[in-house]
């Protein structure tokens, strides 16, 4: 699987950071509770309550800025972008040198 990278963004004040996950002690982490997926069943033949599973919520911080939460949003690590960036100049330029506008 390829690596990811979290972005912490604060819609309130703008705050913005790119992040692999290492790098957030300076953050005040928020802890949250595990939700219950469904309501607990009776089983008879084992007569016993069957339990639902638990579904994990994502991670919250405290915005250092604005001190509203913040949720770590999951991406793809990119591929070197500046060869990216040199193979789509190239394809643009006519034989000239000059971009075609």
């Excluded at 819609?11 to 913005?16: A, F, K, P, R």
């Excluded at 997926?37 to 579904?55: A, L, N, R």
């Excluded at 800025?65 to 999951?74: M, Y």
Aim: aromatic share 8%; hydrophobic share 25%.
């Amino acid at each position: 699987m390829d690596e990811m990278i979290f972005r912490l963004y604060c819609e309130m004040c703008g705050y913005n950071r790119w992040t692999d996950g290492t790098d957030v002690d300076d953050l005040l982490v928020y802890q949250r509770s595990s939700i219950q997926t469904g309501i607990p069943k009776y089983d008879p033949k084992q007569k016993k309550t069957v339990q639902k599973d638990f579904h994990k919520l994502p991670k919250q911080f405290k915005c250092p800025k604005c001190g509203r939460l913040i949720t770590a949003k999951k991406y793809p690590k990119p591929k070197d972008a500046k060869a990216d960036r040199n193979e789509e100049t190239d394809d643009v330029r006519n034989q000239d040198g000059n971009a075609g506008l």
